[in-house]
């Protein structure tokens, strides 16, 4: 589609949204039932996408795309009525006789555009928030998960209202065509180098955006005494780490930070773990191509990085797949640490204090999420005070992304603007405050002339 016909369609999906149609409860209300049953009745051909491009097991595409998107879908529909009702302010007496109230209002015909990791849930999930605030919404799903682009372009048009919901399909060339249109807002998840693009873009036109952008996750490791929290512990670890996208998640560990002491035993236990859960590599999810295949090995192939790999490290060209591979303090400066790996290879970084982890966060750009394993209340409250992020989890990985009260989003460099839940619904609205008053009390100071009678007031 030439940049014309991407503008025919945009400016279809604008004159549905002037016509005032999407504002109603019951045209959202429709298009969140329309989603729900694209996902029941299509879940067989969503499970089978996810397996082509990126080799989820269809256990791991329920859970991590299709069962979330109906989870966040039954929640949207069960609390809709509630977010679209204005929500009162309490006034200070000052402004007595006043009531004011907040009104939701939808912001008009939105972008989205996804990433590929998880190509179904990424781009669903904000368009959910879309249609609950009552937009028009364009979505842009990522060129590099193909199967999954092609059934959303195929089979939205068929549930949703075709002139307000536009799935358009392409690249680079494609999404910068888009950024040159007008919106009244961007919802971008990527990474950093795009988002530089989507902003810039984005300023042309004093667009909001929302920048949901890279992780590099530290995973902070205390010794835990009891046997039975370090076994929960570390399979949390290994599930965090390994067991989602392989490793291709923004908010997946990517490397652990554990004192020295405890470093021995902890890859002991992380090898136990490995063989119990991923022996069967058809249960793990593929590298998503070449590129990023290539990538990966790129980071493994440094001289002094290979030398930390205590375990794995064995890559499978024809299958895109490489193990679950663990490294024991490879250089800091090396790209492995400065970059975020995406990808199923672990560093641990070894500290002389679990303390001195605060100082090792604080030192690199802020990530997506923080994750905690714990039972020390006081390195808790150090984590939570002294370190910024975009989340902060303790004793556990990912679990946040399936809680809808939990706003999702980053901070610094992993993005800004938060969704999820009934944070999607304020990220695609204008929450407009509405204050009305009576004419029934009058002060005559708050206008001039003044004077010393009014001062003394
Ligand atoms: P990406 O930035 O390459 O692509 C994201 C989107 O931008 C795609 O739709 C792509 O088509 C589009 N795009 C690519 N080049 C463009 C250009 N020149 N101009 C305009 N648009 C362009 O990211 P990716 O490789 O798809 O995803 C991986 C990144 O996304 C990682 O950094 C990961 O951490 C991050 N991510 C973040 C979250 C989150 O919620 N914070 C979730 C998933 C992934």
């Not at 949207?76 to 007496?93: G, Q």
């Not at 959910?128 to 998960?145: F, R």
């Not at 999954?148 to 358009?168: Q, W």
């Not at 512990?233 to 990517?254: T, Y």
Request: proline share 6%; glycine share 8%; net charge neutral.
């Amino acid at each position: 589609m030439g940049a014309l016909g991407l503008d025919s369609v945009v400016s279809e999906a604008r004159t549905a949204f002037e016509s005032g149609k999407t504002r109603g409860f019951e045209w959202r209300k429709f298009q969140l039932e329309a989603l729900l049953r694209l996902l029941q009745e299509k879940e067989d051909e969503m499970c089978k996408v996810l397996k082509q491009d990126l080799g989820k097991h269809r256990v791991e595409a329920y859970r991590d795309e299709v069962g979330a998107l109906i989870k966040t879908l039954d929640n949207a529909l069960l609390n809709l009525k509630k977010w679209m009702s204005p929500e009162p302010v309490s006034l200070p007496l000052i402004a007595i006789p006043t009531v004011a109230e907040i009104v939701p209002e939808p912001l008009g015909v939105v972008l989205v555009f996804s990433s590929w990791n998880f190509p179904l849930g990424i781009a669903l999930e904000p368009l959910i928030g879309a249609i609950a605030s009552g937009n028009a919404a364009v979505l842009k799903p990522s060129e590099l998960a193909p199967a999954t682009s092609d059934l959303l372009a195929s089979e939205v048009p068929k549930y949703l209202d075709s002139e307000a919901i536009k799935v358009i399909q392409g690249g680079p060339q494609v999404a910068e065509q888009l950024l040159e249109l007008k919106w009244d807002k961007i919802f971008f998840t990527g990474s950093a180098r795009v988002g530089r693009i989507v902003m810039t873009a984005a300023a042309k036109h004093l667009t909001p955006v929302t920048l949901e952008l890279g992780g590099k996750c530290p995973a902070i490791f205390d010794s835990l005494k009891s046997t039975r929290d370090k076994k929960v512990a570390i399979e949390r670890v290994a599930g965090g780490k390994w067991g989602s996208c392989l490793g291709q998640a923004c908010i997946g560990i990517d490397y652990l930070l554990v004192e020295e002491k405890y470093a021995a035993t902890l890859v002991e236990l992380l090898k136990e773990v490995i063989k119990k859960f991923f022996s069967n590599s058809e249960h793990l999810a593929r590298i998503v191509n070449k590129h990023h295949f290539q990538r990966l090995c790129d980071l493994l192939q440094v001289q002094s990085v290979a030398a930390s790999i205590v375990h794995g490290g064995s890559v499978n060209p024809e299958k895109l797949f490489i193990e679950p591979t663990i490294l024991l303090d490879p250089p800091l400066d090396a790209e492995i640490m400065t970059e975020e790996i995406f990808g199923p290879l672990l560093p641990i970084i070894t500290l002389k204090k679990i303390e001195d982890s605060v100082k090792f966060i604080r030192a690199r750009p802020k990530p997506l999420v923080i994750y905690g394993f714990t039972n020390d209340e006081k390195l808790r409250k150090r984590i939570i005070e002294e370190t910024s992020s975009g989340c902060i989890v303790f004793n556990d990985a990912l679990i946040q992304y399936m809680c809808d009260t939990i706003p999702f989003g980053g901070v610094g460099q992993s993005g800004f603007g938060q969704y999820h839940g009934k944070f999607s619904f304020d990220n695609f609205s204008n929450r407009k405050p509405v204050a009305r008053r009576s004419f029934i009390l009058e002060l005559s100071f708050r206008y001039p002339p003044w004077n010393a009678k009014k001062f003394q007031l």
